[in-house]
């Protein structure tokens, strides 16, 4: 049992790290292990869920330490990521799935081409996007797919020509009121009783990752930021693609 606990400890904090330097892939990184590990997929989502509240509520806190978070982007997008999160999760029994994926895997793939342009220094979107659409959107998809808030808000903020770290940070500080509200909604329906050296590893394996996210933000050239995003939006997209097309 000792190693099921360092397994999923050591899976929450690479997830954690990854998310919060670079905006995203903790829900990806977690669930993609524990399905691995043989966990039916609605345990999965339910244990990577719950471990985001404390998670994100400390990568966020990092961030603030770190200065990474502008409050013109972190208060738009939080409120409308909460209202957005929150009507995800009521429809979620309701809505068609595959369609939301076919969706969510497109988008990837533009937002994937047009950051690794912009690290290129060949082209970027001029403009910022609409902060309320966009944080409604995001926490709406994250709640009906398990996932989605960093790759839908992070990549479109980058794509738009946003600063990496203000845009990384406000993100990630913005998505523990969104993850909070998603999983409260939930946890109304699901029973984590079951559910306690899985989500104890993901936030104890967080927790040790948080703090380094948010230095490693702070010190990362901006190109260098921008590349690795887009290799893991693209990793993203070629998942949820091959999701697709199995299903």
Same mark, same amino acid.
């Given at each position: 049992?000792?190693?099921?606990?360092?397994?999923?400890?050591?899976?929450?904090?690479?997830?954690?790290?990854?998310?919060?330097?670079?905006?995203?892939?903790? $829900?990806?990184?977690?669930?993609?292990?524990?399905?691995?590990? &043989?966990?039916?997929?609605?345990?999965?989502?339910?244990?990577?869920?719950?471990?985001?509240?404390?998670?994100?509520?400390?990568?966020?806190?990092?961030?603030?330490?770190?200065?990474?978070?502008?409050?013109?982007?972190?208060?738009?997008?939080?409120?409308?990521?909460?209202?957005? &999160?929150?009507?995800?999760?009521?429809?979620?029994?309701?809505?068609?799935?595959?369609?939301?994926?076919?969706?969510?895997?497109?988008?990837?793939?533009?937002?994937? %081409?047009?950051?690794?342009?912009?690290?290129?220094?060949?082209?970027?979107?001029? $403009?910022?996007?609409? %902060?309320?659409?966009? $944080?409604?959107?995001?926490?709406?998809?994250?709640?009906?797919?398990?996932?989605?808030? $960093?790759?839908?808000?992070?990549?479109?903020?980058?794509?738009?020509?946003?600063?990496?770290?203000?845009?990384?940070?406000?993100?990630?500080?913005?998505?523990?009121?969104?993850?909070?509200?998603?999983?409260?909604?939930?946890?109304?329906?699901?029973?984590?009783?079951?559910?306690?050296?899985?989500?104890?590893?993901?936030?104890?394996?967080?927790?040790?990752?948080?703090?380094?996210?948010?230095?490693?933000?702070?010190?990362?050239?901006?190109?260098?930021?921008?590349?690795?995003?887009? %290799?893991?939006?693209?990793?993203?997209?070629?998942?949820?693609?091959?999701?697709?097309?199995?299903?």
């Amino acid at each position: 049992m000792g190693s099921d606990l360092l397994y999923f400890a050591a899976v929450g904090f690479l997830a954690q790290l990854v998310d919060g330097a670079l905006g995203m892939a903790f $829900g990806l990184i977690c669930s993609s292990s524990l399905l691995a590990f &043989g966990l039916p997929p609605a345990v999965a989502s339910a244990a990577v869920h719950t471990a985001e509240m404390v998670t994100t509520g400390l990568s966020g806190l990092s961030h603030l330490y770190h200065r990474n978070v502008e409050k013109r982007l972190f208060l738009p997008l939080a409120v409308a990521g909460v209202l957005g &999160g929150v009507t995800g999760a009521f429809l979620l029994v309701g809505l068609p799935e595959h369609a939301i994926r076919g969706f969510v895997a497109a988008y990837l793939v533009c937002m994937a %081409l047009l950051i690794l342009g912009r690290a290129l220094g060949h082209f970027q979107l001029t $403009g910022q996007p609409p %902060l309320v659409p966009l $944080g409604a959107s995001g926490g709406f998809l994250d709640a009906v797919g398990g996932g989605g808030w $960093g790759p839908i808000v992070t990549s479109t903020l980058l794509a738009s020509g946003s600063d990496p770290r203000r845009a990384i940070g406000s993100v990630n500080c913005a998505e523990f009121f969104v993850t909070v509200a998603i999983s409260a909604t939930l946890l109304l329906h699901l029973d984590i009783s079951q559910l306690g050296r899985v989500v104890l590893g993901l936030i104890l394996g967080g927790a040790l990752a948080a703090p380094l996210a948010g230095y490693l933000l702070r010190i990362m050239p901006q190109r260098a930021v921008l590349g690795l995003v887009a %290799l893991v939006v693209s990793f993203q997209a070629g998942l949820a693609i091959w999701r697709l097309l199995r299903a």
